[in-house]
Nanobody, 128 residues
Framework: QVQLVESGGGSVQAGGSLRLSCAASGFAYSSRCMAWFRQAPGKEREGVAVIDRDGSTSYADSVKGRFTISRDNAKNTLFLQMNSLKPEDTAMYYC??????????????????????WGQGTQVTVSL
């Protein structure tokens, strides 16, 4: 049974930090390009960060320099370290696994292209 289970969300003040985790099971995690997406109320889902199988990463302009995506293939876990949080970072955050054999351009796509699996999401709320 495939599962992606996010944790680590919560409420913080602006300027604070959170670390999201996503525990993967039921599929070959290390062979997947993995991504974090977010969706705020009334807005479309957007890509936040991506990490490829070789560890290369890509970020949305809005989070560059503040967020860091990483992965632990031994523990089948994806992370998102979020620093200097802003109220506009408030959203439900989802981890996702892209299909096997995606090319790097597809892996790094901002859109939710070629996604096989989604987590249930974890809420992040940033207040002034």
């Amino acid at each position: 049974q495939v599962q992606l289970v996010e944790s680590g969300g919560g409420s913080v003040q602006a300027g604070g930090s959170l670390r999201l985790s996503c525990a993967a099971s039921g599929f070959a995690y290390s062979s997947r390009c993995m991504a974090w997406f977010r969706q705020a109320p009334g807005k479309e889902r957007e890509g936040v960060a991506v990490i490829d199988r070789d560890g290369s990463t890509s970020y949305a302009d809005s989070v560059k320099g503040r967020f860091t995506i990483s992965r632990d293939n031994a523990k089948n876990t994806l992370f998102l370290q979020m620093n200097s949080l802003k109220p506009e970072d408030t959203a439900m955050y989802y981890c996702a696994a892209r299909r096997v054999w995606v090319t790097k351009p597809i892996c790094f796509a901002a859109a939710d292209t070629a996604i096989d699996y989604w987590g249930q999401g974890t809420q992040v709320t940033v207040s002034l």
